[in-house]
């Protein structure tokens, strides 16, 4: 079955110290992976996805089909950074996106 | 562009009124889909849609209806409202893009 695991409910960091979200899936087939950030009582806003490689915010993510795994990372954390993270998976030409539970990420001054 | 857009903002609903939550975008997106965001739960697919006159069932579907008549409009209906669908509810749609996703409808059945 398809599953999208974020471990961590929250995360608290302090400014400038590195940060690292973790999201695990289980797919089949090949996987379309996403992150998604809402800052507070906003909309979801697409921050990465793993198929552009690029880096938004200072923020990063690498596919490991090995671990099944696309951690999300930043070196050096911002108080503007908090927000809730959302992994996601896409499946197919369909459209539907499996999100994870969220980790909410809390940048401490 | 206006993007997604949803209305209302905030709703409040006692149990066994029935409601529309509107949703409509502007990108001439195929695909559109709704969402319900709860604490803990992170975002569960309702009900999808890949088209006009498509529409199919997501992961949560008991006690929502939905229709797609046109590309624009993908409106989500309850019929008989449960304090269970309090939640804040987003439309989202893509066209070989990821979801562009609306601001989102905080609903509340008491």
């Known amino acids: 079955a398809q599953r999208v695991t974020q471990p961590e409910k929250l995360l608290s960091v302090f400014k400038g110290a590195p940060v690292e979200l973790k999201c695990n899936y289980s797919?089949?087939?090949?996987?379309?992976l996403f992150w998604y950030v809402q800052y507070s009582r906003q909309r979801l806003q697409l921050l990465l996805r793993?198929?552009s490689r690029e880096s938004i915010k200072g923020f990063t993510a690498d596919l490991n089909k090995g671990e099944t795994s696309f951690h999300l990372k930043k070196p050096f954390a911002q108080e503007e950074d908090s927000a809730m993270y959302y992994c996601?998976?896409?499946?197919?030409?369909?459209?539907?996106?499996?999100f994870g539970k969220g980790t909410k990420l809390s940048v401490k001054p | 562009n206006a993007g997604v857009t949803q209305t209302p903002k905030f709703q409040v609903l006692k149990t066994g009124q029935s409601m529309t939550l509107q949703c409509a975008q502007d990108?001439?997106?195929?695909?559109m889909s709704w969402y319900r965001q709860d604490p803990g739960m992170g975002l569960r697919l309702i009900h999808y849609s890949v088209g006009a006159g498509i529409t199919d069932q997501g992961e949560v579907p008991n006690g929502y209806n939905v229709s797609r008549s046109t590309t624009e409009d993908f409106p989500l209906r309850l019929l008989s409202a449960a304090p269970s669908q309090t939640s804040v509810y987003f439309c989202?749609?893509?066209?070989?893009?990821?979801?562009?996703f609306g601001n989102g409808t905080r609903l509340t059945v008491t």
């Open positions: 989202a749609s893509r066209h070989n893009s990821p979801l562009h």
């Open positions: 797919y089949s087939g090949s996987p379309e």
């Open positions: 990108m001439n997106h195929e695909y």
């Open positions: 996601a998976l896409g499946r197919g030409s369909q459209g539907n996106l499996i």
């Open positions: 793993h198929i």
